[in-house]
Nanobody, 125 residues
Framework: VQLQASGGGLVQAGGSLRLSCTAS????????MGWFRQAPGKEREFVAA????????FYADSVKGRFTISRDNAKNMVYLQMNSLKPEDTAVYYC???????????????????WGQGTQVTVSS
């Protein structure tokens, strides 16, 4: 699976962005997908994940209620809708794919097998 993230940019605090991740491969629908982010000088942190099969979702507490992860298996796409953005959301955002059993949510970077190249999100105050 090859992943390509896009949709990042510069936005004011309180604004919104939608990140997209395009995946190649015929078996995209059988991968759990996740979004991570990494700010300068910090470790990569979990943001959101969505399972395959039942589409369960899970969010980091820091983004719960503001971000929404979704997937469109017909288009091999996964999205991250980000609302009410804060300056602390500034980071490079990565999408990732994990080979898992159906319904599984993966929250650690080591659980993912494929990564996109990242897209920069900058939120100004």
């Amino acid at each position: 699976v090859q992943l390509q993230a896009s949709g990042g940019g510069l936005v004011q605090a309180g604004g919104s962005l939608r990140l997209s991740c395009t995946a190649s491969g015929r078996t995209f629908s059988r991968y759990s997908m996740g979004w991570f982010r990494q700010a300068p000088g910090k470790e990569r942190e979990f943001v959101a994940a969505i399972s395959w099969g039942d589409g369960r979702t899970f969010y980091a507490d820091s983004v719960k209620g503001r971000f929404t992860i979704s997937r469109d298996n017909a288009k091999n796409m996964v999205y991250l809708q980000m609302n009410s953005l804060k300056p602390e959301d500034t980071a490079v955002y990565y999408c990732a794919a994990a080979r898992t059993v159906t319904g599984s949510i993966v929250r650690t970077p080591l659980g993912y097998h494929y990564w996109g190249q990242g897209t920069q999100v900058t939120v100004s105050s």
